[in-house]
């Protein structure tokens, strides 16, 4: 009886402490975190703490802060090296979050990057968001760009938006223009 109670404690504690996501087994006692900065939920599961060294996490190198799920999948990684995920190249120090469903949700790019043609302003955690196919939903431009036609401004209080196929959605122009036939004076903010 005695040797059953101790396999249960060992197994109860092993679980507590090891994470399964996308059929790999992550060992939280493996990962070193700096004092006083681990959360956990409240049945006891790990939901955060800052790294002391980068860690492999579901196929990313990971620094500073980690964040799971309850569930064990990676909420949130802030990325120790360039790495290309859904056809993109995500730029060190970019920080990636994930919906629970382990689409991209949104990320704040670590520098001004060009995603699906489209050149993201990056750094001082400016949101890029993405649709669950993987396509911008929207971005802030490092630049004025051209899209469709369309002279769209670069400003941190005109993001741009776009339709989960990639067309474009809304943004504010940057000059006077004409739109699908229509005069649009520049700052106006127009929705397709």
Known sequence: M???????????????WTIKSEGQVVNIRDFQFK????????????KSGKLVDVVKIENFNCKNIIELYING???QCKLAEDTEYINIIFTKNTVLFFAEDDTLDYCWLGKN?????????GGQQTQTSFHKNGKI??????RSFKIEGIL??????APV???????LKECTVDADQIVKGKFVKEGSKILL
């Open 2 to 16: 005695k040797k059953i109670n101790l396999i249960i404690c060992l197994l109860l504690i092993w679980h507590i």
């Open 35 to 46: 004092p006083g900065t681990v959360e956990n939920y409240d049945n006891g599961e790990f």
């Open 73 to 75: 999948k990676i909420k």
């Open 113 to 121: 990057t060009v995603i699906q043609k489209i050149p993201c302003k």
């Open 137 to 142: 939903q929207c971005c802030f431009l490092s």
């Open 152 to 157: 769209c401004k670069a400003d941190l209080s």
């Open 161 to 167: 938006c776009f339709y989960a196929d990639g067309r």
